[in-house]
């Protein structure tokens, strides 16, 4: 079993960055594809990018790509999410996951086996 838990959401303004972070409490770290999601309120869950194990292969969604970078530490289990360029409609909760296995673009939410509880971001105009 994997357990996560996401960390440095917060208030930011437009333009801004943050860094989230993911932390895993399982082991075999490396052997998991790890993704983020976010969801706004009124609006469904949507992918916003996912790293292979050995952290060779990135995937972003259209709408962050260019502005938010994936990167992972297997030697200390954490997986971490830069975002630059904030914008308002950046505003939700991120929910990092993790699906055990090899690469193959994952970016639904029903290819994932372990979800951490979310971070609020919201960044102000």
């Known amino acids: 079993q994997v357990q996560l838990v996401e960390s440095g959401g917060g208030l930011v303004q437009a333009g801004g960055s943050l860094r989230l972070s993911c932390a895993a409490s399982?082991?075999?770290?490396?052997?998991?594809?790890m993704g983020w999601f976010r969801q706004a309120p009124g609006k469904e869950r949507e992918f916003v990018a996912a790293?292979?194990?050995?952290?060779?292969?990135?995937y972003y969604a259209d709408s962050v790509k260019d502005r938010f970078t994936l990167s992972r530490d297997n030697a200390k289990n954490t997986v971490y999410l830069q975002m630059s360029r904030l914008k308002p409609e950046d505003t939700a909760i991120y929910s990092c996951?993790?699906?055990?296995?090899?690469?193959?673009?994952?970016?639904?939410?029903?290819?994932?086996?372990?979800w951490g509880q979310g971070t609020q971001v919201t960044v102000s105009s």
């Open positions: 790293i292979s194990g050995s952290g060779g292969t990135t």
């Open positions: 399982g082991r075999t770290f490396s052997s998991y594809v």
């Open positions: 996951a993790a699906r055990y296995g090899s690469w193959w673009y994952q970016t639904a939410r029903y290819e994932y086996d372990y």
